[in-house]
């Protein structure tokens, strides 16, 4: 169980996440939305302290996560693996190298200059790759690959930490809707079969609804909504988005990906110059 | 110079007048500049005596000097005449090797320290302040004072030979390649340091496996090109006694064997040469390796 208190964050003057408080019980997939800007990365960022909390505590199963330091926050990170929007992998190694650096955490320094892995870690991350339709790809460097399957690359590097808990920073924010779909099925089943908690940040509604058994909407770095996707009303969506009056209707697809760009939509007419 | 204008009337009176004003910024800015480059160009030529007179003046010396040191070399006996020019041949190859094998010691020497060092001297990735200052000074001190004077103090204290060369070439080029390996690592993608940081990597094996694949080539193709400027160095620090050829050709040049002097500076040119044709071919062959890292 992960407990969020007053989870605050300042940069400078600006306030990123404000008194967020939040529980999050094991095994649950939670869907984390709202526009850019609201607070959703740098919430996630700070539950695996890439960022520093300016306030507040995070406590995972009585261990208090806002104070660990140098070895102890290495092992607290390794257990809460990250998935990024540009995956993060490492493009001039191959992708299983890059699966393998999912173990780094459990290596001491020096050995692990070497790239000495188990066989039993090689085999481990085969399994992965394989599990995510990826092991004839892996001996081909990361940076060769689509970025879907980057993503899922990604995703086999993360279950190499054996993670108890999994957050997604916009993962399919930079993917076409058919890698997309396959990059939230492979987050789901993560959840589902290995009971894995899934925190994931989103900024298309339809997924979140289509995927999370829970919805968490931020607006100005608080939270505004905490509840199952379906008590998720047209009300609260406009709050959410910042959608004042609703003269054309608020179309909630238009907060997807694939509902920008419409066939014969009128481009938007650029303002007179002053 | 191009600039850009607009024609009068196709646009809103307000936005020509601010185009317009934005521009004639741009152009103080170009002049400013300007008038402070020939304003420094004007003061580095007084300051360093250079005038065309002079030049003009001293020029054919040159010719006199380098006419002075080519040997006579007949057709009808240019075998002996090569032989009569090149009479040290042996003792010269075996310095010329020791000086080559003093720039490659030294390369990986320097290159060792500078790689050591670059890590703590990219603002991007130094584990701290201090670290980072300490590093960044360290370096600016191994390169900016002069490996003559480096080479004098190793004699002074090793005493004559190619110990205090080495030591000193291999400081100066931890210096030199530690600032531009630095600088390669601060222009690296920052997306696989936090990937690896996420996945709870320590900072030296960050380092390793975000960085290195990244900086490896940049590293290899600055080391090589280091190598060729070792080699020219190693030949000179012999004036001061710190081995290799340039003990002779110092030599050569106060007693005024003239003849010498052109051989030694001929030998070290080639050597010079290979050396360049051979780093170039490495250097390809590396660029072209795909999995480096």
């Known amino acids: ?274 | 110079m191009s600039e850009h204008t607009l024609k009068p009337g196709s646009l809103p009176a307000e936005v020509l007048a601010r185009f317009d004003r934005l521009r004639a910024e741009r152009r103080r800015t170009t002049v400013i500049g300007l008038a402070i480059f020939a304003l420094c160009f004007a003061a580095a030529a007084w300051v360093g005596e250079f005038s065309l007179s002079r030049i003009a003046e001293g020029a054919p010396r040159i010719h006199e000097y380098i006419v002075k040191i080519l040997p006579e070399l007949r057709v009808s006996q240019f075998g002996e005449d090569m032989a009569y020019w090149f009479y040290g041949l042996p003792q010269w190859l075996a310095l010329l090797w020791e000086t080559v094998l003093m720039a490659y010691l030294a390369t990986l020497l320097g290159t060792l320290g500078a790689v050591l060092g670059c890590f703590f001297a990219a603002h991007n990735l130094t584990p701290n302040g201090p670290a980072y200052f300490v590093a960044r000074r360290s370096l600016e001190v191994a390169r900016t004072i002069p490996d003559l004077v480096y080479a004098l103090i190793f004699v002074f204290a090793f005493g004559l030979g190619p110990l205090a060369g080495i030591l000193a070439i291999a400081i100066h080029s931890m210096g030199a390649s530690g600032k531009l390996f630095a600088e390669a690592a601060e222009n690296i993608d920052m997306k696989p340091v936090e990937g690896l940081r996420a996945a709870g990597a320590n900072w030296v094996q960050t380092m390793r496996y975000a960085v290195v694949p990244q900086v490896l080539p940049n590293f290899a193709s600055y080391t090589l090109w280091r190598f060729e400027l070792n080699v020219r160095t190693a030949a000179v620090l012999g004036f001061v006694g710190a081995g290799g050829i340039g003990q002779e050709l110092i030599t050569a040049i106060r007693m005024l064997y003239y003849e010498d002097v052109s051989a030694l500076v001929l030998l070290i040119v080639l050597t010079v040469t290979c050396i360049d044709l051979l780093c170039e071919k490495v250097r390809h062959h590396f660029i072209g390796k795909e999995n480096l890292a």
């Open chain 1, 1 to 274: 169980m992960l407990e969020l208190r007053n989870l605050t964050k300042r940069f400078g003057p600006a306030t990123a996440v404000s008194e967020v408080t939040l529980t999050i019980p094991a095994g649950q997939m939670v869907g984390v939305i709202g526009r850019s800007g609201a607070g959703k990365s740098t919430l996630l960022r700070m539950l695996n302290r890439l960022e520093d909390p300016s306030g507040g505590g995070i406590v995972f199963n009585g261990l208090s996560v806002d104070g660990l330091k140098g070895r102890e926050l290495r092992r607290w990170r390794s257990r809460c693996a990250m998935i990024f929007q540009q995956f993060n992998l490492v493009p001039r190694l191959d992708v299983l190298t890059n699966v393998l650096l999912g173990r780094i955490a459990e290596h001491r320094t020096l050995p692990s200059l070497f790239k000495r892995f188990s066989d039993a870690e090689r085999t481990m991350a085969m399994l992965a790759l394989e599990r995510l339709d990826l092991a004839d790809k892996a001996l081909q460097r990361a940076d060769t690959l689509s970025g879907g399957q980057q993503q899922r690359v990604a995703i086999a590097r993360a279950m190499m930490q054996q993670p108890e808990l999994l957050l997604a920073d916009e993962p399919i924010a930079s993917l076409d809707p058919r890698s997309a779909a396959k990059v939230m099925d492979a987050l789901r089943a993560i959840n589902r079969e290995d009971g894995i908690t899934v925190i994931c940040n989103l900024h298309t509604l339809d997924t979140a609804r289509q995927y999370c058994d829970r919805i968490i909407a931020m607006f100005h770095g608080q939270v505004v909504f905490d509840d199952v996707p379906d008590a998720l009303t047209r009300d609260t969506v406009r709050r959410i988005y910042g959608v004042e009056d609703d003269a054309e209707g608020f179309r909630e697809e238009l907060t997807s990906n694939s509902g920008w760009l419409r066939p014969g939509a009128p481009l938007a007419h650029s303002p007179a110059l002053v």
